[in-house]
């Protein structure tokens, strides 16, 4: 299966500020999608990046505090946007292939807003 | 939406016995259920899944059941191994479409 890489694999990052996540895939993938995984909880869908056009938001996240862009195939990233301490969290890119069920995770980015 | 429950949160059994963890599915159209494993700081692994034209499918020493009209599926570890000790999330999924994970369960296999 495809290989799929994030950056960066952790960060601090203050309050008021933003982190732009990258996520790779080796491959051409039809969906990729951007969770997020609080400690000891499960995965939160954040949204469904789209090529060539806007994100799909899954209810409570927006766009104006997580952008996306998606502009082919293979390459996706999430911006945290005006971060505040409860944006701590690990971030987790997906995705799934051309007729494919199957969903491969990236190893997922550790955030701490300080 | 989909909505997945699942239970229990917390297993532990003893090196040698079988596991069960359980969930449920609300969305009729939903037709394909896979499981991951979480090991701790690593990311979700995918260790089996099932589509809703069969009934049980194995691999080795796990196994996934499924039952369409309850809407309910299982994962089955059987002669578990300490490093089966890991959180394990269900999931749901209709037609390629985004997944609804269930809450977790932690297992823990004592030696």
């Known amino acids: 299966s495809a290989v799929i890489s994030q950056k960066p694999s952790r960060d601090i990052c203050q309050r008021g500020t933003s982190l732009t996540i990258q996520c790779q895939v080796d491959s051409q993938v039809t969906m990729m999608f951007w969770y997020r995984q609080q400690p000891g909880q499960s995965l939160t869908l954040i949204a469904t990046?789209?090529?060539?056009?806007?994100?799909?938001?899954e209810s409570g996240f927006v766009i104006d505090k997580f952008p996306i862009s998606r502009p082919n195939l293979t390459f996706s990233t999430l911006t945290v946007s005006n971060m505040s301490p409860e944006d701590s969290s690990i971030y987790l890119c997906s995705f799934t292939g051309t007729g494919a069920h199957e969903q491969y995770f990236g190893p997922g980015t550790r955030l701490t807003v300080t | 939406g989909e909505n997945v429950e699942q239970h229990p949160s917390t297993l532990s059994v003893q090196e040698g016995d079988s596991a069960v963890i359980k969930c449920t599915y609300s969305?009729?159209?939903?037709?394909?259920f896979p499981w991951y494993k979480q090991e701790l700081g690593k990311r979700p692994q995918l260790i089996i899944d099932i589509r809703s034209n069969v009934g049980e499918k194995k691999d080795q020493r796990i196994a996934v059941t499924l039952n369409k009209t309850a809407k309910h599926f299982s994962l089955h570890i059987t002669e578990t191994q300490p490093e089966d000790s890991a959180v394990y999330f269900c999931?749901?999924?209709?037609?390629?479409?985004?997944?609804?994970f269930g809450s977790g369960t932690k297992l823990n296999v004592k030696p």
């Open positions: 969305d009729s159209a939903s037709n394909y």
């Open positions: 999931a749901a999924c209709a037609d390629f479409n985004k997944f609804y």
């Open positions: 990046a789209n090529q060539g056009s806007e994100a799909t938001y």
